[in-house]
């Protein structure tokens, strides 16, 4: 079936201690994205890219870091100088040149708690 | 002004009422429409998109006010298991990212 998997779906780090959620499609997408949600708030945007080897940040891309090596994967890295990162992460693709279409395609989240 | 406003809610309602919300949007130029459906701790997933004529599936009636800069979503005789927070969202011009509001939560109660 396809679709996007993030792992991991539930993930605890301590203070200081840099984490690596991954994200993968096999939808063939062009387009993948980053948001964060926090309890009764919508979603915000990290970082996304559009194409392989480039991506440019969202509304709060500081304390995070992406890459994008293969279509495939936008694994998100949220580094120790990001000051709250508790919070809900969603990985979402869309296919290029379906911008009218609009569907993004969501993973199932990565709940991440800092102790 | 924000770029997609909605009203968060929560809307209580009983089950088999016509609920409705409106969302409004900054960006004139802004091109395409869509409510996505979010329950409690799940990804969001599109319910609809929203045409200039307005479109309706099912028990749900979604429309676009251009003159205005809002859309709208009806639900109809509504379920309990339409409980969620609908989300939203805008597509301006250009290869820029969709820009979601920050949802309206209904709970349809029995």
């Known amino acids: 079936d396809g679709g996007i998997t993030q792992s991991p779906k539930y993930l605890f780090r301590k203070e200081g201690q840099n984490v690596t959620l991954s994200c993968e499609q096999n939808l063939n997408h062009d387009a993948m994205y980053w948001y964060r949600q926090d309890p009764g708030q919508g979603l915000r945007l990290i970082y996304y890219s559009q194409i392989v080897n480039d991506f440019q940040k969202g509304d709060i891309a500081e304390g995070y870091s992406v890459s994008r090596e293969k279509k495939e994967s936008f694994p998100l890295t949220v580094t120790s100088a990001q000051k709250n990162p508790t919070a809900f992460y969603l990985c979402a693709s869309k296919a290029s040149g379906r911008a009218l279409t609009g569907e993004l395609f969501f993973g199932e989240g990565s709940r991440l708690t800092v102790l | ?110």
């Open chain 2, 1 to 110: 002004r924000k770029e997609v406003e909605q009203d968060p809610g929560p809307f209580n309602v009983p089950e088999g009422a016509t609920v409705a919300f409106n969302c409004t949007y900054s960006n004139s130029a802004s091109q395409s429409f869509f409510w996505y459906r979010q329950d409690c701790r799940k990804e969001p997933k599109l319910l609809m998109s929203v045409y200039s004529s307005g479109n309706e599936d099912g028990r749900f009636t979604a429309q676009l006010n251009r003159a205005s800069q809002y859309i709208s979503l009806l639900i109809r005789d509504s379920k309990l298991s339409d409980s969620a927070t609908y989300l939203c969202v805008v597509n301006s011009p250009g290869n820029t990212p969709l820009v979601f509001g920050k949802g309206t939560r209904l709970s349809v109660i029995a």
